[in-house]
């Protein structure tokens, strides 16, 4: 029988269990990935790519059409070792490196999270201010209360559905994009034809690009997610434990994730489209934040536009909110040897349900403090960048690792790509210290 029928700590599941998971259809294999490929063009993400498509127009486009298959390389990776193992990537950190070194990178990816959290509550607070006025602190303290309470006391699957919903909230950038006038033959040659400077503020547009799209956040929660969704599903198991099931649940990793990814990416790409197309045409080149993005958009592309744009805030920000908490708690909990996993029910898992509730409550916090929302953004993806690099290298000696992976590691060619984003991101992180002063 399942663990949903065997211990108390897991959520209520349904019917009775089965030997092998059912064949799925598309929308039920869509999950994970979706949901963290959705996750990543957050308010903050918003922010930066605005930037970057105001300041730079469309030659920045190429960025995220080369990020894409790194991106889905190292998501791949981190989600084949939740579903291999059972245990996230701080689990498995911890059964495999010293404390130091774990502790460390959770410390700094709990403290990124947070800020940036806290940042894209205060985004989604002044996004709903602009739509329909009023005091934008009350509505980050009731998207705050209203994410967190979502994530602790809904049952699993209907939360998980909510998030893929939320995923449609993407498509408003969509939708501004062809309601502008944009140059599509233009689009397309920036898009494979790179049209790179070495001058400092293109460089540093570059890194905080690359930075926003491979977040160390995104590969905890992915790992996380994988594992509550062995406890989720009837049948599953830790593919240590039923290598029958490895080719099903491979494949189904494989689709999510491309499939998560290059929603991403491809909404990251009209949000450049879409304000190269009107403030980058009309001189407007410095956009701080995604809520400066959408007001700057009203006069240029119109009232409609704008509007879409301030709701796509807030629907990513409720999106984004949950994966930065869940994330950090992941990676808490394993750490620490907490009972861990959105399937368990508060009582049985009050440490990692306290640390999602603290994360929210932090991030909420920094806003009533009158910290500079743009400093702290910088600073998150200071720490971001800082915490990618080792943790993507050991994630890639974990997969290698039969200790780890049993029969399941990484072969050549998902391993190359997997130490080419690593590297990417390595060059990334030098870029940006190297740029900070100028």
């Not at 998030?163 to 498509?171: A, D, G, I, M, R």
């Not at 200790?403 to 072969?411: K, L, P, T």
Request: glycine fraction near 10%.
């Amino acid at each position: 029988m399942s663990e949903t029928l065997t211990n108390p700590d897991v959520k209520p599941m349904g019917p009775d269990a089965e030997e092998e998971p059912q064949p799925r259809k598309l929308l039920s294999i869509l999950g994970p990935g979706l949901i963290t490929g959705a996750s990543d063009d957050d308010p903050s993400g918003i922010a930066t790519y605005s930037q970057a498509g105001a300041q730079f127009g469309y030659s920045l486009g190429w960025t995220l059409f080369f990020s894409w298959p790194l991106m889905c390389a190292i998501q791949e990776i981190s989600a084949r070792i939740g579903r291999v193992t059972g245990h996230g990537i701080a689990g498995n950190l911890k059964r495999h490196y010293p404390g130091v070194v774990v502790y460390s990178m959770v410390a700094l990816l709990v403290v990124a999270n947070t800020i940036n959290l806290g940042a894209d509550l205060g985004a989604m607070g002044a996004a709903l201010n602009l739509v329909i006025g009023g005091p934008t602190l009350l509505y980050v303290a009731g998207f705050g209360v209203v994410s967190v309470l979502l994530e602790i006391f809904l049952r699993y699957a209907r939360y998980v559905s909510i998030l893929k919903w939320l995923t449609l909230s993407l498509f408003a950038y969509v939708g501004v994009a062809f309601i502008s006038h944009v140059p599509w033959a233009s689009v397309g040659y920036h898009l494979v034809v790179p049209d790179i400077s070495l001058k400092s503020g293109y460089l540093t547009v570059v890194v905080a690009v690359l930075g926003t799209t491979i977040s160390p956040y995104l590969f905890f929660w992915q790992a996380g997610e994988e594992v509550d969704d062995v406890k989720e599903r009837d049948g599953a198991r830790p593919l240590v434990r039923a290598p029958e099931q490895a080719r099903r649940e491979f494949g189904r990793i494989r689709l999510d994730t491309y499939i998560g990814m290059a929603l991403s990416n491809v909404v990251a790409l009209f949000i450049m489209i879409t304000t190269a197309a009107t403030l980058n045409a009309h001189h407007i080149t410095d956009i701080q934040t995604s809520s400066q993005a959408a007001l700057a958009l009203k006069p240029i592309a119109g009232p409609f536009a704008f509007l879409i744009f301030a709701l796509g805030i807030i629907g990513c920000g409720l999106l984004a909110v949950p994966v930065l908490a869940g994330s950090a708690a992941y990676a808490m909990g394993e750490a620490f040897g907490w009972h861990v996993g959105l399937a368990r029910r508060f009582r049985r898992a009050k440490a990692f349900y306290g640390a999602i509730i603290a994360a929210g409550l932090i991030g909420g916090l920094l806003n009533f403090v009158h910290i500079d929302p743009i400093k702290a953004l910088f600073w998150s993806a200071v720490i971001n960048g800082v915490a990618a690099v080792p943790i993507m290298a050991m994630i890639m000696l974990l997969a290698s690792r039969r200790a780890v992976m049993g029969d399941f590691g990484i072969r050549a060619g998902l391993r190359t790509v997997g130490w080419l984003a690593t590297v990417v991101m390595a060059a990334a992180a030098v870029g940006m210290f190297a740029t900070m002063g100028s």
